[in-house]
């Protein structure tokens, strides 16, 4: 499992339609939602009984990682229960790694999974309570977001008055629910109905507390309800992005969505030394005879904002390896007979012909 960190991770056979399929398929729309729930839960009980104990390790055990998948209806038998936790388990200490299974359970890699997560903190601190984020935050975020762009595309056209107008209309609090995030969620270039309402009855269905549903006027006008107070979880967050990720092809384009989305992004770029190379014992770095895998360059990300620049221009590409020299070469394929031996002549021939002595082969 550990080696599985690319765009599309390719799952095992018995993770991929033993465990994922019936976690995701049979849950319904918010079925990856109740999963990473559930398994967080547990996850804080099991870190939080452990952390009371002189026990290091933190995290569920093979036997409560085996009865949280029996307990949604996994079916494994006794060899395939015992590989997925030892495929989870990333240090060898019978405790199962919670990242590991959260990003081969979304599908996300780890770049994205740090995007989502950096955009999700970046949320937190701008009104968070309990681990959730309002919807409240959400709508204006997105709103300043939008504002911010319009202003920019205003701007570009030499035409302040427009600029103006836009944001007003998008900080409008007469906008529905759904209208925003579908704008929201939707991307610039392609709109993913589907995908929307089922992100949206998930969140519907899951929260229990919404007595009042949205009131929307002739004139679009929406009235106050329960929906604008509800709060969202990071489940609910990472769940949406795990089904957005695949229309993003590159990292780089999912990171800078993500991240701009929600004004997430860093706003200076790094300052003087901090990009310095540390020397360690072992010396230089990134020293020739060092490790330079083209994995570990695709996976880390720019040391600048990507407000500062155009990523297009910028996309990693795996370097330039000299291909082998052809095997048709007369030095590669002399062989050691032929360099060792040569032929004989008929001198030679007759030499160690062992009939020559006879006289008939002498006449």
Known sequence: MALLNNNNIREDAVFKWRVKHTLLCHGGAGGLVNVLDDFNARHAAAVDVQSQTVCTDAGLTYAQFTRFLEDHDVELTPFEAAYLCRSFDDHGTGHISANTFTRHLTGLNERRLRAVKKAWSSL???GGAGGEVSRKVLLSTY?????????????DAGSPTDCAAQ????TEPALSLKGVLASTFGGAKET??????????????????WTERVKTTAEGVKGESGETAAYISYAEFLAFYAGVSPEFATDEAFV???????AADDVTRPTLDETAREWGPGGDP???????????????????SSKSFNYSHMQREHPYVEPLPPLNRPVIMK???QRTYVHFD??????????????????
């Open 167 to 170: 944001s007003a209309m998008l």
């Open 256 to 262: 800078t969505h993500v991240l701009q989305s929600w």
């Open 192 to 209: 993913h109905g589907r995908l929307k309402e089922a992100y949206l009855a998930s969140l519907r269905s899951r929260r229990v507390g």
């Open 124 to 126: 937190q601190e701008r």
């Open 335 to 337: 062989t050691t007979v």
């Open 286 to 304: 990134l020293a020739f005879d060092g490790p330079r895998y083209v994995k570990d360059a695709l996976n880390l990300e720019l040391g600048i």
């Open 346 to 363: 008929k001198a030679g021939q007759s030499l160690a012909d062992p009939l020559v002595t006879r006289r008939s082969q002498l006449a």
């Open 143 to 155: 709103a300043a977001v939008e504002a911010e762009r319009a202003c920019a595309a205003a701007s």
